[in-house]
């Protein structure tokens, strides 16, 4: 399960201003409505900024799903706090 889901929900509903839009971790971002690359990355700075964690790009290149970027948010976090 995606720890971080209703927070990664919240970020691309706002973005994509559709909230009725529902993700689970298994989705992908690139079958998502009008997604397209900026969205991803516009949805990165956003969970930077919500969570205060910095990504790198080959990190974002691997980001293809809601777990992914849920794991990676955990990840960060718990290397923050070490």
Known sequence: ?????PEIRSIIRDLLHDNDIDVAPETRFD???????MDLVSVVVEVECYFGLQFELPEIDRLATIA???GMIEAKQALASV
């Not at 399960?1 to 889901?5: K, N, V």
């Not at 079958?31 to 690359?37: A, P």
Request: no cysteine; charged share 20%; glycine share 6%.
């Open 68 to 70: 992914d970027l849920s």
């Open 1 to 5: 399960m995606a720890a971080y889901l």
């Open 31 to 37: 079958d998502l409505i009008g997604w397209d690359s």
